[in-house]
């Protein structure tokens, strides 16, 4: 299809062809609504033919239905380029140096202005083009090693990056930062956390939740904070910087293996559970929260361990949940089961048998809580007396996902699940802690008194 329709078809194309308008054209559209001016974007051919996509100049981009059209014009036409003009970064011996391993996700783009087009940026020529702050925290070097959606991540992603950090360690590198999509960073966050162990860098992962042709994009903060940390924190560990409140007054530092997203769209979706965040970060620096830190050191020795096991599965309880699902699972050889349980860990009986079924063949299976917050109690009601009595393993207050991935990086090691169950219940960082603190557990429910006077107080 010509560019000058690209992604259009049926309806919404002979729309486009009936008024002359191209996309990337400036319009002008009367609708039954009202006038609309912007940039007529491509649609993915995916999409359906009912509707065209306007960049308004506010940033944001609007669905105009087809059939509320009566007129359009086109004001002006700029072909699309998609190059970003580079800016030579700056070195300078003073500042530390700092390695940006991308993997793919929104935090890699940017916008072109002339076009209204959003495109990779990732070159370190790009990025100081499209951030030049950069350039004021460090020297930044960069290498892509996926160009992946972060649902399209995994243990092989996983290897490779614990390896690829492992290599810039020995190199001297003073910190690094991962640019990931956020909707499994938290996986990838606790399984880079039990595969590169005792860092004596930072290791930042950083996203962002809305790319940079939106007015309240959060990519270009997140960036500077990840970057700010990496450079100078004294934290050395495998943290996720991403916004603290949905302001932008300051990043928020996350361990690892407590972290999790915990909305779909706002900006300050990810939290740490069951525990407070490591630190705060500003464009002026890090401020613990926490003293329990790894703290940066000046040798290049990591503990490296690149391992996966793919045979594992994270089993959601429901109710009426039936046995075939863990059968189902063992016969097609999986070698290890986390169940999210209800309560303090707890699934129905019917489950049962297939859980003897799996243990007998030799399946290691831990139990976690689907609350995230609090910790698996198996020994409170018969309920969990019996399933520990068929081999079901608890696994103290480790996130779901987080068992997940560290059940695959131990069944990765070994196939004795004696050996298995001594890694998994052997805290490496932060996962299992013997108490969760009051504060730690803070979920602040609108409407009530309290909470409203104290968001009148601290959020105007």
């Known amino acids: 299809m010509s560019d000058a329709f690209k992604g259009y078809r049926g309806k919404a194309l002979s729309v486009l062809k009936e008024f002359g308008v191209r996309v990337w054209s400036d319009a002008s559209i009367q609708t039954t609504r009202g006038e609309f001016k912007g940039i007529i974007l491509p649609r993915s051919e995916n999409d359906d033919d009912q509707h065209l996509v306007l960049k308004l100049n506010t940033g944001y981009n609007i669905g105009i239905d087809i059939k509320t059209i009566t ?19 700056p070195f300078s011996e003073e500042k530390p140096n700092v390695k940006l391993f991308g993997t793919g996700g929104t935090i890699e783009s940017r916008l072109d202005y002339r076009t209204g087009a959003v495109i990779p940026a990732f070159s370190p020529g790009e990025l100081y083009g499209a951030v030049p702050e950069l350039a004021d925290i460090c020297n930044l070097k960069t290498e892509k090693l996926f160009a992946v959606f972060s649902e399209n991540m995994g243990p092989q992603q996983y290897i490779t990056l614990a390896k690829a950090i ?48 939106r007015p309240s994009s959060d990519a270009a903060l997140n960036l500077i904070h990840a970057a700010t940390a990496a450079a100078t924190s004294d934290i050395a ?16 530092l996350h361990r690892g293996t407590r972290v999790r997203k915990m909305h779909s769209s706002y900006r300050s979706t990810f939290r740490t559970i069951g525990d407070i965040p490591l630190a705060t970060v500003t464009c002026e620096g890090v401020k613990p ?11 290049r020795k990591a503990n ?59 399946v290691a299976i831990y ?34 996902e987080v068992a ?33 603190p009051y504060n730690g557990y803070l979920v602040y429910q609108g409407g009530i008194p309290e909470i409203e006077e104290f968001l009148k107080r601290v959020h105007k």
Request: with cysteine; net charge negative.
């Open 404 to 436: 997940y991935v560290k059940l695959g990086w131990a069944l990765g090691q070994t196939d004795d699940l004696d050996c298995v169950k001594e890694i998994m219940l052997t805290p490496v960082n932060g996962e299992i802690t013997e108490r969760e």
């Open 304 to 362: 490296v361990f690149p391992f996966f096991e793919e045979r594992v599965s994270l089993v959601y309880y429901y109710p009426n949940m039936h046995p075939d699902i863990i059968d189902a699972l063992v016969d097609n050889g999986y070698k290890g089961i986390v169940i999210a349980g209800t309560g303090l860990g707890h699934v129905n009986k019917p489950v049962y048998p297939a859980i003897e079924r799996a243990v007998r063949k030799g």
């Open 289 to 299: 929260l926490k003293e329990d830190y790894n703290k940066r050191r000046h040798d």
């Open 71 to 89: 007129g359009m014009k086109e004001v002006n036409y700029r072909e699309a380029h998609y190059k970003i003009p580079e800016k030579e970064f």
């Open 237 to 252: 560990e495998v943290m996720v910087c991403m916004f603290g409140p949905t302001s932008d007054e300051y990043g928020l």
């Open 166 to 213: 492992g290599e810039e360690i020995k190199n001297g590198i003073h910190g690094i930062v991962i640019g990931h999509g956020t909707d499994t960073m938290h996986h990838t966050a606790g399984a880079l956390a039990f595969m590169v162990q005792n860092p004596p860098v930072p290791v930042v992962m950083v996203g962002s939740q809305r790319s940079s042709d």
């Open 367 to 400: 139990m976690t809580v689907q609350t995230l917050w609090g910790y698996v109690h198996m020994f409170v009601y018969d309920t969990g007396r019996d399933l520990m009595d068929k081999g079901v393993i608890p696994a103290e207050n480790m996130l779901p």
